[in-house]
């Protein structure tokens, strides 16, 4: 049994992770802004599968709080095994290739937020010599484009982040593991078109828990896009400047 | 909130529409998708299983429920659920079935939601015995169009209570039910088989074996004229108990072996379902299935023989079917009865399907479907030729004082639901107090005219 903390486990990606975990007798920590999904979701998992689930309010964003909230989890929970990075936005990108503060806020969420919880939890698996730290970043990060690079941008960060988390704790016993998924079926992609490789949420939870506990460095989910961004990277920068993709 | 326009069909694949579909993956997210643009209002839909227009709003929003499909409470004790309305049957079954719990009513799928079984106030081969699964719904959580929620059950709010169990989602956006199941032994259903040689055996077999099984349904060779007028396969069942499994089940006795689905992977052509094709196939069934008693039988083979064929709908063609279920009151039930089956063999609307039952009484919901009588449902694959023969089969529902089921209906016309749901002007009166602007709207609420007024 282990003890995981989900952090932004509203979506409907992180959820279905909450799943896989308490499927496999794990005890849960799911934090969110949304008290009221969280509440929701952590009746859910308890429900299903008879597991042990704390829930508390987590705001990304605000890393100031984040010291205080980490150590509120271990108290609660006895102490930690794992912590799983879900959270992450794509709201106000439209605005984010104009205005400042949107551009801001993307990153804020997406990489500030995600380093910040990270950096505490690397600190203290680091002092316990054990654990695992999985963070939930996007094929998006691995190529800037032009539709989405506030946000690719931000996640590319956090992929590097991650590189180098685990590039320093792999010589202490904690497991660091990068999730790359390409596009999930949920609000994120509702509405846009002929998506390629579009993938429930349900398998890409179960998936990222599978690389997580296979111990894998880096994982795209589903697998094909590990092939797919082995194209787009590979693509010059003089042709792909020219491309729309 | 962004809506994806799409054409969607009912489960028969004759009724099609343009709809704009919203997914709200947050309970928040359906008050704010009530209050987008939309000229022809809004409706929540499940898993699309009703055959009909009944979850189609034609240039309208859809809210698909499915994902808000969370479990928020069970009581192990009492075996009291509460959860979304977009969980689906299926998922119910996975989680509960392992514990000893099961649906005290489901309808022939279990890939449907459980707030559109509400809405439909569906039925099962229980019906006779326990009713519809109204009688199970012990609370409902509805969001009305003004953004307001609220709870009501028989005792709060019962006016909006029985005018939502059976409201077909036009009394507000159900957000959580709360439901009671049935404790089982088993996974298993032991089943007695009674082949039949006419009608007149079939009524009566029913009438004196139905009271001593929780479950009966009959299948009928609707195709065989003359003296085989009728016939059919009575099907009998009651949940089996520990000792009635081998010895090597009983270790597991909520494990089923695992069927293979198979799928239909294209339209047949129209040729495919053809008198002859009816013929041979209600032939074979009948001779296949002599009468039997204590057969065990796994609760997927029993109940939802149809689901292990994905898009099943398919076989039917481009054209699509329809299916015709139809209540008929006991008096005079047999006589209407074969009337109906007369008249659609005279005009040689063969249907492929043909399932009858006994109904008990209904559980109160003003717009239900069961009453006490036969239901017979058939389906027939759309052809030229076949409304005219389906509205001369409505005129004799008219006559008998039965009704046809909105869940599966396509195309009767507003005359007919209105001289044969004769409580409609008590539902328009909560409709009026719950969604004064008529937010909630589908393609079926404008065919048959169920806001306005009654001539």
């Known amino acids: 049994m282990r003890r995981v903390l989900i952090a932004g486990a509203t979506s409907p990606l992180a959820r279905y992770m909450a799943h896989e975990f308490a499927r496999l007798g794990d005890t849960l920590f799911l934090a969110a802004r949304d008290s009221d999904e969280l509440e929701r979701i952590a009746s859910d998992v308890r429900v299903r ?32 095994e794992g912590v799983v990075w879900v959270a992450g936005t794509m709201d106000g990108l439209a605005e984010a290739f104009r205005t400042p503060q949107a551009v801001k806020r993307l990153i804020d969420v997406n990489f500030t937020g995600a380093a910040s919880l990270l950096t505490l939890a690397a600190c203290y698996f680091e002092e316990q010599g054990e654990g695992f730290i999985a963070g939930i970043s996007s094929v998006a990060g691995d190529r800037g484009r032009g539709q989405n690079y506030p946000y690719g941008a931000a996640k590319g960060g956090f992929s590097l982040f991650l590189q180098g988390l685990r590039n320093r704790l792999s010589k202490r016993g904690v497991q660091v593991t990068t999730i790359k998924p390409g596009f999930i079926d949920t609000r994120m992609t509702w509405g846009r078109d002929k998506l390629p490789f579009l993938a429930s949420p349900q398998r890409v939870a179960r998936e990222s828990v599978q690389a997580i506990l296979g111990g894998k460095d880096i994982a795209y989910v589903p697998a094909i896009w590990w092939l797919v961004m082995l194209v787009i990277r590979a693509i010059p920068e003089r042709v792909f400047k020219r491309m729309n993709i | 909130m962004t809506s994806l326009p799409r054409c969607l069909v009912g489960w028969g694949r004759f009724a099609k529409a343009t709809c704009h579909l919203y997914r709200p993956e947050r309970v928040k997210e359906v008050a704010h998708t009530l209050r987008q643009e939309e000229p022809n209002g809004f409706l929540p839909r499940g898993l699309g299983r009703a055959y009909g227009d009944a979850a189609l709003n034609s240039e309208g929003g859809v809210i698909l429920m499915e994902r808000l499909d969370r479990f928020l409470a069970f009581d192990e004790t009492t075996g009291v659920v509460r959860c979304e309305a977009g969980v689906s049957l299926a998922d119910i079954i996975a989680t509960f079935l392992p514990r000893g719990w099961f649906l005290p009513v489901t309808p022939g799928t279990k890939f449907c939601t459980i707030g559109a079984c509400v809405a439909c106030d569906v039925h099962g081969k229980n019906h006779h015995h326990d009713g519809s699964i109204g009688n199970f719904v012990r609370a409902l959580t509805l969001l009305l169009p003004s953004g307001e929620t609220v709870r009501c059950s028989r005792e709060r709010n019962p006016d909006i209570f029985y005018a939502t169990v059976g409201g077909m989602g036009l009394t507000g956006i159900t957000l959580e039910v709360e439901l009671q199941l049935r404790r089982v032994d088993t996974a298993w259903i032991t089943v007695d088989y009674v082949r039949t040689r006419d009608l007149d055996e079939t009524l009566r077999t029913f009438h004196e074996r139905d009271e001593h099984y929780l479950y009966s349904v009959a299948w009928l060779d609707c195709v065989a004229q003359g003296k085989g007028f009728g016939r059919g396969v009575l099907m009998f069942g009651k949940h089996a108990q520990i000792d009635h499994l081998p010895a090597a089940r009983r270790q597991n006795p909520f494990t089923i072996p695992r069927k293979r689905e198979k799928t239909v992977p294209v339209d047949l052509p129209e040729f495919a379902l053809n008198p002859l094709s009816l013929k041979a196939f209600n032939g074979v069934y009948y001779t296949t299935h002599p009468s039997r008693e204590g057969v065990l039988v796994d609760y997927n083979t029993y109940f939802y023989p149809l689901d292990s064929i994905l898009q099943w709908n398919r076989a039917y063609g481009k054209r699509g079917f329809v299916q015709w279920q ?38 109160g919901g003003i717009l239900s479907f069961p009453m006490p009588g036969y239901t017979i449902a058939l389906d027939f694959p759309v052809r030229n030729g076949l409304f005219e023969v389906l509205d001369e089969l409505d005129k004799i529902v008219i006559e008998a004082g039965g009704r046809l089921y909105l869940a599966k209906d396509a195309r009767m016309s507003a005359e007919t639901f209105h001289a044969t749901y004769p409580q409609l002007p008590r539902w328009q009166a909560v409709k009026a107090q719950v969604d004064p602007k008529g937010v909630l709207q589908s393609d079926m609420a404008r065919r048959l005219r169920l806001m306005e007024a009654v001539k």
Do not use: W
């Open chain 2, 326 to 363: 139809c209540v008929l009151p006991y008096e005079k039930g047999m006589e209407n009865l074969t009337r109906i089956l007369e008249t659609a063999q005279r005009r040689r609307a063969f249907p492929f399907l043909s399932v009858l039952k006994r109904m008990g009484e209904s559980s």
């Open chain 1, 49 to 80: 599968f008879g597991a042990t689930v704390h829930t508390g309010r987590f705001d990304a964003a605000a890393v100031e709080e984040h010291e205080a909230f980490l150590q509120d989890v271990i108290r609660t929970l006895g102490g930690l």
